[in-house]
């Protein structure tokens, strides 16, 4: 298995924006003032860096990436619950490989 320097490059950027925008937060929240419209920008920031970096990789997935990605998305919005989606994605990737391994 090879690692793609790109991709490990744009995920270490994505880590940074997120998590500096946290930190930042924290470090200057309480002198920005009680303003819901930047609250809602600062919160977005992160969200905004993962799409960045998840979106050009959408367009190169794989069916079965694909169909983990929408099994993720139908089980958070019918649960609300973050860490159930992820596993459930990541259950259907960890299928495709032990299929795979059978197989083979």
Do not use: H, K, Y
Not at 38 to 66: E, H, I, K, N
Request: charged content about 10%.
């Amino acid at each position: 298995m090879t690692i793609d320097v790109r991709f490990s490059i744009a995920i270490a950027t994505m880590a940074i924006v997120a998590f500096g925008c946290r930190v930042v937060g924290l470090i200057v929240g309480t002198s920005l003032g009680d303003s819901p419209n930047l609250r809602r920008f600062l919160d977005l920031l992160p969200a905004c860096a993962m799409g960045a970096v998840l979106g050009p990789a959408m367009v190169a997935m794989t069916f079965v990436q694909s169909v983990a990605a929408i099994v993720s998305a139908v089980v958070f919005l019918a649960s609300g619950r973050f860490l159930l989606a992820l596993a459930v994605g990541s259950a259907v990737l960890m299928c495709e490989r032990w299929i795979l391994a059978v197989l083979m």
